[in-house]
């Protein structure tokens, strides 16, 4: 894949596969083999740590040592949550309008900071356990607090948003505020899954690839497989990206070297408290792994 804008940077496609857990890991392993075989060759993978409170080392060890394999053929994997959905109902009004949006996959509206460090370090320690440590994050649903965004920089390089993908900045002892570096513009792209979504997703996902941009991110699920009109509109993007675009990460785009742990934070790095999860058989993530 080549290509450049007319201003000189180079074109690239960032793709996305959400929605990774033992439950969902045989369409999630064939839609990764099917982007192989259309030229994508690096993809970022988003994993869910313990969807019904089970970790995922225990649950499917074939999908951990698939991720594993990926990670060393490539592709970047990033924490997608704590188990991707709300703990609890809300009546907070952005709980409400997520609600509205049928946006149960909003996991972190209506948390306190307090409860967002508790879902973000035990779901990163559960895939550090299973020796997936992740590179990067990205909220279920794009739902973003600013507590969960102060929470980041203590553990990952990176996180996404909907627009664009930020490189995050370790954050110092005496600095109470988290910082990141914001990105280039990338609107992600997806198709959506409701009744007339499902209908109109696949043509505006399509309009959406021909947009001049530098980079064009593309966010897959593992349902877009049970429907044939979104794979044939994926597949007509990607033809047609795999002629001047070339392939990176998320970790690519944020602009960040891949590192080992210890060098990742440095030894002022600020650790989180040891806390618990109910109903997560007593986890706590009180030292690093």
């Known amino acids: 894949m080549r290509g450049e804008t007319p201003t000189g940077s180079p074109r690239t496609i960032a793709v996305a596969l959400h929605g990774i857990e033992p439950a969902t890991f045989e369409p999630c392993a064939l839609i990764r083999d099917w982007l192989y075989d259309h030229g994508v060759e690096r993809v970022t993978l988003l994993v869910i740590p313990a969807r019904d409170l089970h970790p ?52 972190f509206v209506g948390l306190d900071s307090e409860e967002t460090r508790r879902a973000v370090h035990a779901g ?87 947009l001049p941009t530098s980079t064009l991110r593309l966010d897959i699920h593992p349902a877009d497989l049970s429907h044939p009109r979104h794979m044939m509109a994926l597949e007509r993007v990607l033809a047609r990206a795999g002629t001047h675009r070339s392939a990176i990460t998320y970790e690519q785009l944020a602009g960040v070297e891949r590192t080992s742990p210890a060098s990742r934070f440095g030894a002022g790095a600020q650790l989180l408290p040891a806390v618990n999860i109910d109903g997560s058989k007593g986890l706590t993530a009180d030292r690093p792994a």
């Open 124 to 210: 990163w320690r559960l895939l550090k356990l299973a020796g997936i440590e992740p590179d990067g994050f990205v909220a279920p649903a794009y739902a973003y607090t600013s507590a969960l965004r102060a929470t980041l920089s203590l553990k990952f390089q990176w996180w996404a948003g909907l627009l664009r993908v930020h490189r995050a900045q370790p954050r110092l002892e005496a600095d109470e505020r988290a910082s990141s570096q914001i990105g280039g513009l990338a609107p992600a792209l997806s198709l959506a899954t409701g009744p007339l979504s499902r209908v109109l997703s696949p043509a505006l996902l399509r309009a959406g690839s021909l």
């Open 56 to 107: 995922v080392g225990e649950r499917s060890p074939e999908m951990v040592d698939w991720l594993r394999e990926r990670r060393m053929a490539g592709d970047s994997i990033a924490q997608h949550g704590f188990r991707h959905v709300r703990p609890r109902a809300g009546g907070s009004p952005r709980q409400l309008l997520a609600a509205a949006h049928g946006q149960r996959g909003a996991e």
